[in-house]
C-alpha cells in the first residue's frame, strides 16, 4: 500500500495563500494519478483537485483559477498551491493516490482554516 504523508495546513486570513505538499511512497510514484479532496465539518468529502500520471489536471468549480496542483515526481511529491483563499476553504485536506486498478491510499489529512 501507498503510505501519503500531507503537510502545509495551517491558519490563514481570508485573501492569503499557503501550500499544501502530498509526499507519496513507494517507487511507482510517476504512474500513479493523485488528488486532493476535502471535508469541512458536517459535510461530505469533495474532490478538490487532481492529476494524472501524464499530468493533466482537473478542478472543482468553487477553487478554479485560485487553486493549482502539480507534482514532482522525481521527490514523489504532489503540491496544492492555494491563492486567495476564502473562509469557505476552511477544511481537513486530504491527499489521495490511485496507485493501481480499483486500489487508493489517503493520507491523515492536513487542517487549512481560514479566518481573521
Known amino acids: 500500500q501507498v503510505q501519503l504523508v500531507e503537510s502545509g495546513g495551517g491558519l490563514v486570513q481570508p485573501g492569503g495563500s499557503l501550500r499544501l505538499s502530498c509526499a507519496a511512497s513507494g517507487s511507482g510514484f510517476s504512474a500513479y494519478d493523485m488528488g486532493w479532496y476535502r471535508q469541512a465539518p458536517g459535510k461530505q468529502r469533495e474532490l478538490v483537485a487532481a492529476i494524472t500520471s501524464g499530468g493533466s489536471t482537473n478542478y472543482a468549480d468553487s477553487v478554479k483559477g485560485r487553486f493549482t496542483i502539480s507534482r514532482d515526481n522525481a521527490k514523489n511529491l504532489v503540491y496544492l498551491q492555494m491563492n486567495s483563499l476564502k473562509p469557505e476553504d476552511t477544511a481537513v485536506y486530504y491527499c489521495?493516490?490511485?496507485?493501481?486498478?480499483?486500489?487508493?491510499?489517503w493520507g491523515q489529512g492536513t487542517q487549512v482554516t481560514v479566518s481573521s
Open positions: 489521495n493516490a490511485d496507485y493501481s486498478p480499483g486500489l487508493r491510499s
